[in-house]
């Protein structure tokens, strides 16, 4: 019984590891959609990797947070040539362990998977709103205007929705 248990949580961690990867993909694409649709001039490819990041100024929030805790490991500021490698890095390993999260929540809690793929795009947004404030990479929730947080919250709900069907379709 104990190893049925094992081998049903390493198959649940892995369809994590799978749909959260999914998931950032999906929430990717809607977040170069509207980059295109703003204007924006870079390939998906380009935008993707993060080819135009080359200093730590230039680096989206995960990049920022990677910054922080580079400089915190290292006890030196990262050189900027770490910047794109680390905003791919720590952007990709945030979805894929929010959705190992999602499988080690599945295997506890098989009971109301509907409202547990509800919940998890708002509990991530959620979660970034409370602690990237802490690090210093956002601002507090309250200064941002309805349509940058309604935007924001629409493509984690893409990536909650997406994460939670392909866990479901794994397992």
Do not use: C
Not at 13 to 39: E, F, I, K, P, S
Not at 108 to 125: E, M, T
């Amino acid at each position: 019984m104990r190893n049925a248990h094992r081998t049903g949580l390493g198959r649940h961690l892995a369809a994590g590891v799978v749909a959260g990867a999914v998931g950032t993909l999906a929430m990717d694409l809607l977040l170069y959609q509207r980059y295109w649709r703003a204007g924006g001039k870079d390939s998906l490819q380009r935008w993707e990797l993060a080819a135009s990041v080359t200093t730590w100024e230039e680096a989206s929030a995960p990049g920022k947070v990677g910054q922080k805790l580079g400089r915190l490991v290292t006890r030196q500021p990262p050189p900027d040539s770490w910047a794109r490698t680390t905003t791919n890095l720590v952007h990709w390993a945030t979805g894929i362990g929010w959705g190992i999260q999602y499988g080690l929540v599945a295997s506890r809690a098989a009971r109301h998977p509907v409202v547990r793929a509800a919940a998890l795009g708002p509990v991530v947004w959620l979660t970034g709103y409370a602690l990237l404030p802490l690090a210093g990479v956002y601002k507090p929730i309250w200064e941002y205007d309805a349509q940058t947080l309604g935007e924001d919250l629409s493509a984690h709900l893409v990536f909650g929705g997406v994460t939670a069907a392909v866990f479901a379709a794994l397992t």
